[in-house]
Nanobody
């Protein structure tokens, strides 16, 4: 049973920073692409950033220049460094991971709240 465990969410003031982590464990297959999505109340879940095993990255336009995704392949862990946070970044953040067969696993989500 694959588990994705997220951590690092919380309450931060506008302009502040947070670092999210997500560790994948229990997979018998190799972990390929990993990513972060977010869902605000009343909105659909959408891509924040994703990263391949080789380190290629994609970002949503709204976070370019503020967020950085990275990963440690040896630990099957993906990180999201979030700087200059804005109230509109408030959401539940989910990580996901694709195995070598293309199946995607999701974490349970971590709340990020940006408010003064």
């Amino acid at each position: 049973q694959v588990q994705l465990v997220e951590s690092g969410g919380g309450l931060v003031q506008p302009g502040g920073s947070l670092r999210l982590s997500c560790a994948a464990s229990g997979s018998r297959l190799s972990i390929n692409a990993m990513g972060w999505y977010r869902q605000a109340p009343g909105k659909q879940r959408g891509l924040v950033a994703r990263i391949s095993t080789s380190g290629s990255t994609n970002y949503a336009d709204s976070v370019k220049g503020r967020f950085t995704i990275s990963r440690d392949n040896a630990k099957n862990t993906v990180y999201l460094q979030m700087n200059n946070l804005k109230p509109e970044d408030t959401a539940v953040y989910y990580c996901n991971a694709y195995n070598s067969l293309g199946y995607v696993h999701w974490g349970q989500g971590t709340q990020v709240t940006v408010s003064s």
